[in-house]
């Protein structure tokens, strides 16, 4: 089955187009059609996301993108003209939004897909709505039934799914399943005691893990998004000779709970900072490694609390500070000395962030056990997995 995957709910504009097979214990994904566009540079100037500019950035780039993904994977047609439409789904009211989306259905012919997926949260509200009022939209016209899927249970599959010469190849994993999802927007320790069955560990009690990397970054006059620069310094500060004295707390560390905070750990830095003045490169470097280790320990100290709380036979990593190395090395260290039987994997390349794919093949395996939608979707924004 050809599927079209729309994800919109942060400051990434994505379509993918893929072609989906097998059962629910052991499914293959193969790509078709991929368009992204990362609105991070114009975001950049506020130091994080600004929801009215991401929604109005979806708006924009939704029609090309999902034209590119289409032609990508040779299902675009051009319309003989015969049906003409007029109107689009009723939330749709930027009217140059409605034209572009009116001009692309008279334009194409009803492409060879058998489900559309969209996200539907959590993730800011404008920027969800626009993916959704868009999925309606050519659902409706195209008479393709359409699903939605939460971003976080996106994440999760992103990271269980195994890159082969195949495709993505998803094999049943050994349940229960420990996810940890680390993004812009969450920092979440998640138990899944079988497909779509969730239980909450633990959470951020104020700030998520990518927001704090993106809020020492800017402290230290590093771009959004920061957490690849962070990245980029502290691995700087790890290769010399030379070592540093900068240590920073590890929030919560050692109470009993799966929760995390990060705000005190921003501040820390920040007061770190102000007593420093003046840094040059090279002490920038040194911080960034601190605050990278900080977290880094913070991290694995809950991930081991909460396998040993779950006794999870798979552990799985997803969301876009997943692709932090050094995050990763923690992480993988802490399976390797304690829990030698888990089976530990983490999202490849390009499924580590947001991205179309990973709803796609959300949405499929939804599909294999649950029907359409009958009523029109609800943008959550704050929703949990359910
Ligand atoms: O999952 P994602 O693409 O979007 C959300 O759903 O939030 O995650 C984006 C977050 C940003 O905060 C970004 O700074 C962080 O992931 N990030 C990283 C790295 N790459 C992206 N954080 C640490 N190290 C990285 N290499
Ligand atoms: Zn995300």
Not at 111 to 118: A, D, E, K, Q
Not at 323 to 332: F, S, T
């Amino acid at each position: 089955m050809k599927i079209l995957a729309i994800e919109t709910s942060c400051d990434e504009t994505a379509v993918s187009v893929i072609e989906a097979s097998g059962d629910i214990n052991s499914s293959n994904f193969k790509v078709l059609g991929d368009a992204l566009f990362s609105q991070a540079s114009k975001h950049a100037e506020y130091g994080g996301v600004f929801p009215t500019l991401a929604k109005r950035e979806h708006q924009k780039n939704l029609v090309p993108l999902t034209e590119k993904a289409l032609k990508e994977s040779r299902d675009l047609k051009k319309s003989e003209g015969v049906i003409i439409y007029d109107n689009v789904f009723e939330n749709v009211r930027d009217e140059e939004f409605k034209n572009s989306i009116l001009e692309f259905l008279n334009k194409f012919e009803k492409p060879n897909i058998g489900l559309i997926v969209v996200t539907k949260g959590p993730g800011l509200e404008p920027a969800l709505w626009t993916g959704i009022n868009f999925a309606e939209s050519i659902s409706t016209t195209w008479k393709i039934p359409l699903i939605g899927i939460d971003h976080m249970e996106g994440h999760i599959m992103s990271g269980l799914v195994e890159d082969t010469n195949e495709g993505l190849v998803l094999s049943k994993p050994d349940f229960p399943i420990l996810a940890l999802l680390i993004s812009g927007g969450h920092t979440e320790l998640v138990s899944m005691g079988d497909w779509f069955k969730y239980q909450l560990l633990g959470r951020t009690k104020d700030d998520a893990v990518g927001e704090a990397f993106d809020k020492v970054a800017r402290l230290l006059g590093l771009p959004y998004p920061g957490g690849p620069q962070i990245d980029a310094y502290a691995k700087r500060s790890r290769e010399k000779e030379e070592k540093h004295d900068i240590v920073f707390p590890r929030p919560l560390a050692h109470d009993d709970t799966c929760d995390f905070s990060f705000s005190g750990l921003k501040t820390a830095v920040l007061y770190k900072l102000e007593k420093m003045g003046d840094i040059s490169e090279e002490e920038k470097e040194n911080v960034a490694e601190a605050f990278e280790d900080a977290v880094r320990d913070v991290i694995v100290l809950k991930t081991k609390r909460a396998l040993e709380k779950t006794g999870a036979k798979t552990f799985v990593v997803g969301g876009g500070v997943s692709a932090n190395k050094e995050i990763r090395n923690g992480l993988e260290n802490l399976i390797k000395e304690n829990f030698p039987n888990v089976s530990v994997s983490f999202p490849g390349k390009g499924l580590t962030g947001d991205n179309a794919v990973m709803i796609g093949i959300a949405g499929y395996l939804r599909s294999l056990v649950q029907k359409p939608e009958r009523e029109p979707l609800t943008a959550k924004g704050s929703q949990t997995l359910s």
